[in-house]
């Protein structure tokens, strides 16, 4: 029976980290991670997180189940912490298994609905928005968002490829520290957008995955804020995985702001995915999370650590651009100090990136992606000299 099944095409950056395995070199380099990586190329607990979860463990008086939704505390304090002054009664609440399950659900709600609207996406983006909504059987199509070559935004040609939306499609894009690209929109850029969306009809879905990595945890949240307070119906899916550094514990979150007279129908139809797909979420990461906001000197610390990884990320960003001038006295990588976040792509053709795999035993995602949070000392110049050759050759 299991000889009828197809073969499954490997996620790109499992394939990286097998081809990362079986190179067997010793000075190779594994650029393709999705994680926050410190200067010993370690991804620690933080100090913030192990204290929540002490207190948990002496606290915690039940495991039974929630609702569906999840742990209802959770997702006030999230979005109020996310939404502040933008939080609205008619928001549809629900605690994930992580930002993945969060755009799952969304996926699904969509795909189901008599009139599946379609879902808008940028190119380059998160690999993962293609197989999750696939799998839910949603309506996507592309939008052109950046020229990894010419190393920017493709603006005007995104927001021109909008305007093939109907009124009551979905626009889904990333917040700060855009997944695979790092370029992120100006304030002049996000403002043009969410005209073009209104004047469309077209519906937010904006997707938060690196809050905290841009400026600060605050001023991250700012678009989500702006979209929430001005469209009458919004989508917000929210992954706390980088934030927390809580990878496999699995917090995300749902919100979906509806008209009032929806609400209780879409808690109701948001409830039915979840009972007949993830199911109820994992408690552990969210609890850890929620005790973090509760507790003013918790929160304190853990922003002090998030404010560490931003810094770090940061200052190996400024240093691939002052290192590469200082070195061969180029800037082909100068763009790297402007963007924001853990990912950036190279400026490399196909037959580049595999020239810097093979010849130099550095390993990205296909498409050129790489894990800035990876980089320290010897590493950022043997990134730089290799970056250099390849593209002097071909
Ligand atoms: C843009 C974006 N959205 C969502 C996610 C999913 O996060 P999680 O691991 O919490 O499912 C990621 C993870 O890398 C991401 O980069």
């Given at each position: 029976m299991f000889e009828q099944v197809e073969d499954y095409p490997v996620d790109p950056i499992m394939i990286g980290t097998e081809y990362f395995a079986q190179d067997p070199r010793t000075d190779k380099l594994n650029l393709t991670v999705g994680i926050y990586q410190n200067e010993d190329g370690q991804t620690p607990v933080l100090k913030a997180v192990k204290l929540a979860e002490q207190r948990l463990t002496e606290t915690q008086s039940s495991k039974s189940y929630l609702a569906l939704t999840g742990d209802t505390e959770y997702c006030r304090v999230l979005s109020r912490e996310i939404l502040k002054d933008a939080f609205d009664a008619s928001l549809v609440t629900a605690q994930t298994s992580g930002g993945a399950v969060a755009l799952r659900v969304m996926a699904d709600l969509l795909a189901q609905m008599p009139k599946p609207p379609t879902v808008w996406l940028q190119t380059p983006t998160y690999g993962n928005y293609v197989p999750i909504l696939k799998a839910a059987n949603a309506q996507f199509a592309h939008v052109p968002y950046y020229h990894s070559i010419q190393r920017e935004i493709t603006f005007d040609l995104m927001l021109d490829a909008l305007n093939a939306a109907k009124p009551g499609d979905v626009f889904l894009f990333q917040g700060v520290c855009h997944n695979p690209t790092g370029a992120d929109l100006s304030a002049d850029q996000f403002g043009a957008l969410l005209d073009r969306l209104e004047a469309l009809g077209v519906v937010p879905w904006i997707d938060l995955a690196y809050l905290g990595f841009a400026r600060s945890w605050d001023e991250d949240c700012e678009m989500a804020r702006k979209i929430a307070a001005r469209f009458p119906e919004c989508i917000v899916c929210i992954t706390l995985s980088k934030s927390f550094g809580i990878y496999r514990d699995r917090a995300g979150a749902l919100f979906v702001k509806t008209r009032v007279q929806d609400k209780n129908r879409?808690?109701?139809?948001?409830?039915?995915?979840?009972?007949?797909?993830?199911?109820?979420?994992?408690?552990?990461?969210?609890?850890?999370?929620?005790?973090?906001?509760?507790?003013?000197?918790?929160?304190r610390l853990w922003l002090k650590e998030l404010e560490q990884m931003r810094v770090r990320v940061a200052g190996v960003r400024q240093e691939i651009a002052s290192r590469e001038?200082?070195?061969?006295?180029?800037?082909?990588?100068?763009?790297?100090?402007?963007?924001?976040?853990?990912?950036?792509?190279?400026p490399l053709t196909e037959a580049q990136e595999i020239a810097l795999t093979r010849d130099h035993g550095i390993h990205v995602v296909k498409g050129g992606r790489v894990n800035v949070a990876r980089l320290s000392g010897d590493d950022i110049e043997k990134l730089i000299k290799a970056v250099s050759e390849v593209t002097s050759v071909s």
């Amino acid at each position: 029976m299991f000889e009828q099944v197809e073969d499954y095409p490997v996620d790109p950056i499992m394939i990286g980290t097998e081809y990362f395995a079986q190179d067997p070199r010793t000075d190779k380099l594994n650029l393709t991670v999705g994680i926050y990586q410190n200067e010993d190329g370690q991804t620690p607990v933080l100090k913030a997180v192990k204290l929540a979860e002490q207190r948990l463990t002496e606290t915690q008086s039940s495991k039974s189940y929630l609702a569906l939704t999840g742990d209802t505390e959770y997702c006030r304090v999230l979005s109020r912490e996310i939404l502040k002054d933008a939080f609205d009664a008619s928001l549809v609440t629900a605690q994930t298994s992580g930002g993945a399950v969060a755009l799952r659900v969304m996926a699904d709600l969509l795909a189901q609905m008599p009139k599946p609207p379609t879902v808008w996406l940028q190119t380059p983006t998160y690999g993962n928005y293609v197989p999750i909504l696939k799998a839910a059987n949603a309506q996507f199509a592309h939008v052109p968002y950046y020229h990894s070559i010419q190393r920017e935004i493709t603006f005007d040609l995104m927001l021109d490829a909008l305007n093939a939306a109907k009124p009551g499609d979905v626009f889904l894009f990333q917040g700060v520290c855009h997944n695979p690209t790092g370029a992120d929109l100006s304030a002049d850029q996000f403002g043009a957008l969410l005209d073009r969306l209104e004047a469309l009809g077209v519906v937010p879905w904006i997707d938060l995955a690196y809050l905290g990595f841009a400026r600060s945890w605050d001023e991250d949240c700012e678009m989500a804020r702006k979209i929430a307070a001005r469209f009458p119906e919004c989508i917000v899916c929210i992954t706390l995985s980088k934030s927390f550094g809580i990878y496999r514990d699995r917090a995300g979150a749902l919100f979906v702001k509806t008209r009032v007279q929806d609400k209780n129908r879409i808690h109701r139809a948001v409830s039915a995915i979840v009972r007949s797909g993830a199911s109820h979420a994992p408690d552990h990461g969210p609890s850890v999370v929620r005790t973090i906001f509760q507790d003013d000197a918790l929160r304190r610390l853990w922003l002090k650590e998030l404010e560490q990884m931003r810094v770090r990320v940061a200052g190996v960003r400024q240093e691939i651009a002052s290192r590469e001038r200082a070195m061969i006295g180029t800037e082909n990588l100068a763009y790297f100090a402007d963007q924001s976040g853990m990912f950036s792509l190279l400026p490399l053709t196909e037959a580049q990136e595999i020239a810097l795999t093979r010849d130099h035993g550095i390993h990205v995602v296909k498409g050129g992606r790489v894990n800035v949070a990876r980089l320290s000392g010897d590493d950022i110049e043997k990134l730089i000299k290799a970056v250099s050759e390849v593209t002097s050759v071909s």
